[in-house]
């Protein structure tokens, strides 16, 4: 497997991975119909953002 590939499948980078593999699951089931797994997507979107934000957060707050 590629460097990307485990990077991307590592939890430790990607902290959205469950969310990730519920959604593209969801794509695989329903025939990639995006109207149906449009909760998925909504949760991997909110996890991202709060990921994102943690991390931008961690890197503005100065460290004592």
Known sequence: MPLVARRL????????LSE??????????????RERCSTYFLKYKNCRKFWNSAVNFDAWVPLS
Do not use: F, H, Q
Request: with cysteine; proline share 9%.
């Open 20 to 33: 990730s593999d519920a959604s593209t699951r969801c794509m695989d089931e329903n025939k990639y119909d």
């Open 9 to 16: 499948r590592d939890p430790d980078i990607n902290p959205c």
